[in-house]
Structure formats: structure tokens, C-alpha cells
């Protein structure tokens, strides 16, 4: 099946800094998701992203379908922002959604 | 508000006593599928369900049962729950083709002691 790698794994951040999480995928996708998973343990849907850019406040999401990855961008980050983003792909019409291992972010403030 | 309601929220229960999660989304949508998430192997499909009595297995379907009677609900059913059944479960649901990505509920962390 597809795999999805996410990096950095773990990131701590100082309050208000800036900060870039990225994720690659081995195969062509027809969706893909980022998603933060807060404390309470909630996946909150942050895009839907299967190509190009889109903003939504202090996060932004890029994705470069032909070269297989997709950039989450957090900036002037809160310790609101703190919890487990997830970047899900679906690929060839399968039916699920496959998950990455996820970047624990943590900010201090 | 477009959702996806799941009940109940945290759940406790005893080896072997059957249970069942409800899930209930009302945008409409004919895909809903059902994932649980453990530490260190992330989330996965338990089954998933294309429309109104097509369901269909995902990546770990064993101990588990679901229905789609209705357009709007999918229940998680465990017949005889076991220990290695305590997870957090998640229900989410799509258009067909998830051309607007999935939509999570807000996910059911079940304990089986």
C-alpha cells in the first residue's frame, strides 16, 4: 500500500515562532488531509489539500502532487497549536485513508 | 453544523459484554467508515461502507461488526469484546470519492478490563 512519512517527528516550539512540518507519499493521491489532534485526543480537520496551496489563518498547506509531498505551515505558533498533526492520503479510489505516524508538536510559551 | 456524532465518548466495560458504537453524520453522505488508533500503529480501517447496506472490510475487521441501515448511521458493533479492543475509535465520513475529504467525529476511547 502507500506509505506516508512525516518529519520532523517530534518539534518543540517557543511561543510566536514559525514552523514547517512536511509529509511524503510513495504513490500518485486523490486526497489528501492534514489533521491536528488535539490533547483531548479529537482529529480536527485542518485541509483538504490534494494539490496546490491554501491558507486558513496562521496555517497554510502546500501540496506538490507531481513530486509526491505536501507542507504544513504553522506560524506565530500557540500553545493552542500544541498537540499531533496527521497527514492522510488516499490513493487509486481504495476507500481508506492512510496516516502518517504524525508530528508531536509541543509549544512552550 | 455539519457533523459527525459519535456516542459514547468513553466507555469502560467488561470482557466478553457486547457493545455497540453509534455513529450518526447528517451532510448526507453515502461513504462512512469506522478506524481505531493505538500507539505506534497509528490509525487503521476496521470497515468501511459505500452506501445503505454495502459494507465491506477494511485493514483489522476481526472482532467487529457494523450495519448500514440507514443513510445517516453506521454502529460499531463489538460482539464479545476482549482486551486488545481497547482503543480510541474513530467514525468519519465522506462524499462518494471523498472529493471533500473526510469528516471525524470526535472519537470513542473504549476501555475492555
Known amino acids: 500500500g502507500i506509505q506516508v512519512e512525516q518529519s520532523p517527528p517530534d518539534l518543540i516550539l517557543q511561543e510566536g515562532a514559525n514552523s514547517t512540518l512536511r509529509c511524503n507519499f510513495s504513490?500518485?493521491?486523490?486526497?489528501l488531509q492534514w489533521f491536528h489532534q488535539n490533547p483531548w485526543g479529537q482529529l480536527i480537520n485542518l485541509f483538504y489539500?490534494?494539490?496546490g496551496t491554501k491558507q486558513n489563518g496562521r496555517l497554510s498547506a502546500t501540496t506538490v502532487a507531481t513530486e509526491r509531498y505536501s507542507l504544513l505551515y504553522i506560524s506565530s505558533s500557540q500553545t493552542t497549536d500544541s498537540g499531533v498533526y496527521f497527514c492522510a492520503v488516499e490513493s487509486g479510489g481504495n476507500n481508506r485513508l492512510a496516516f502518517g505516524k504524525g508530528n508531536q508538536v509541543v509549544v512552550i510559551p | 453544523e455539519a457533523q459527525v456524532t459519535q456516542n459514547p465518548r468513553y466507555l469502560i466495560t467488561v470482557t466478553g459484554k457486547k457493545l455497540t458504537v453509534t455513529c450518526s453524520q447528517n451532510m448526507n453522505h453515502e461513504y462512512m467508515s469506522w478506524y481505531r488508533q493505538d500507539p505506534g500503529l497509528g490509525l487503521r480501517q476496521i470497515y468501511y461502507s459505500m452506501n445503505v447496506e454495502v459494507t465491506d472490510k477494511g485493514d483489522v475487521p476481526e472482532g467487529y461488526k457494523v450495519s448500514r441501515k440507514e443513510k445517516r448511521n453506521f454502529p460499531l458493533i463489538l460482539e464479545s469484546p476482549s482486551p486488545n479492543q481497547t482503543s480510541l475509535y474513530f467514525c468519519?465520513?465522506?462524499?462518494?470519492?471523498?472529493?471533500?475529504?473526510?469528516?471525524f467525529g470526535s472519537g470513542t476511547r473504549l476501555t475492555v478490563v
Open positions: 504513490d500518485s493521491v486523490n486526497n
Open positions: 468519519a465520513s465522506s462524499t462518494t470519492g471523498g472529493s471533500y475529504g473526510y469528516t
Open positions: 489539500i490534494p494539490s
